[in-house]
Each structure stands twice: as C-alpha cells, then as structure tokens.
C-alpha cells in the first residue's frame, strides 16, 4: 500500500532531478569555476635576440685573453733588448728564445680568438 504522501514526495523528487537535469553538462564542455593560469613564454623573437646577445657577451669575455697575448708580447721583446744590453755576446741565442717566447704567446691569442669566433659563428 501506497501513501499519497510517498507518491507525492516521489512526485517532487522526480520534478527536482528533471529541473536539475538540464544543468549536468558533459565533461568535454566544463568549464573551471576557478581562473586558470596559463604558462606564458617568451615569443621567438626574443628568445633568439637574448641568445644573440649571450653570444656577443660570451664573445667579449673570450677575446680578452688576446690582450693578455699582446702584454706577454711585449714582455718577451722588452726581455729581449733588457738582456742584449746586458750580454751582447748571447745575441743569437736570446733571439731563439725571444721567437719562442712570441710564437707561444701569440698562439694563446689566436685560440682566444678563435674561441670567440666559434662562440659567435659555430653555436
């Protein structure tokens, strides 16, 4: 046996989730009731001008080393006039060294150089 007071309160239930129903929508078309973040990046542009810009830095740091190239250069060659004043007799000898001496130095700034000019152009 049934109650009218059952049948009525299914009644309302039924009503309730037909009302409700239409609201429930797929989970392809939810959207969060929370704002979302998004990840943001930098656009290419910028990214290939500050990686330009870490090569030319890069660059700058490695050719420094040709200035320390040119002062060993220098020290070689005052070596050089500093012990003929002393002993002109080792005249040839000092001369060998000296080519030495300037061929070792001048090599150390070239591979500077060199590095600079991978940095800028092979990377």
Known sequence: VVSTQST???????????????????????????????????????????????KFIGAGCATVGVAGAGAGIGTVFGSLVEGYARNPSLKTQLFSYCVLGFALSEAMGLFCLMIAFMILFAL
Not at 13 to 34: E, H, K, Y
């Open 8 to 54: 009525g309160y299914a009644a309302r239930l039924c009503t309730r989730v037909s009302v409700a129903r239409p609201l429930i929508q797929p989970l392809a078309s939810v959207q969060p009731v929370f704002a979302v973040r998004t990840f943001q990046t930098t656009p290419k542009v910028l990214d290939e001008s500050l990686e330009q810009a870490c």
